[in-house]
């Protein structure tokens, strides 16, 4: 399975979000670099998110990150 990178900007809600590929990688390594260096282009103080995402085909990965995740429980050890 190929990984992807994608350029997520947020949308107008919570729910929405700009998913533009990037480029498509066979290997971690590579999917990483690119993700390295894209985020140390775009800066500290942006609102645009770059992830690397694992999947069998660009549809599935779009659909992993446009799900909704809860927040996870933070332990009182961990606060």
């Given at each position: 399975?190929?990984?992807?990178?994608?350029?997520?900007?947020?949308?107008?809600?919570?729910?929405?979000?700009?998913?533009?590929?990037?480029?498509e990688?066979?290997?971690?390594?590579e999917?990483?670099a690119?993700?390295?260096?894209?985020?140390?282009?775009?800066?500290?103080?942006?609102?645009?998110?770059?992830?690397?995402?694992?999947?069998?085909?660009?549809?599935?990965?779009?659909?992993?990150?446009?799900?909704?995740r809860?927040?996870?429980?933070?332990?009182?050890?961990?606060?």
């Amino acid at each position: 399975m190929p990984y992807y990178v994608f350029k997520i900007t947020p949308g107008p809600s919570q729910m929405i979000k700009a998913l533009e590929l990037q480029q498509e990688f066979d290997t971690y390594k590579e999917a990483k670099a690119l993700t390295k260096t894209l985020r140390a282009d775009l800066g500290a103080e942006t609102n645009i998110t770059i992830k690397v995402m694992f999947a069998a085909n660009q549809l599935a990965a779009e659909e992993q990150l446009q799900e909704h995740r809860e927040a996870p429980i933070l332990r009182e050890w961990e606060k």
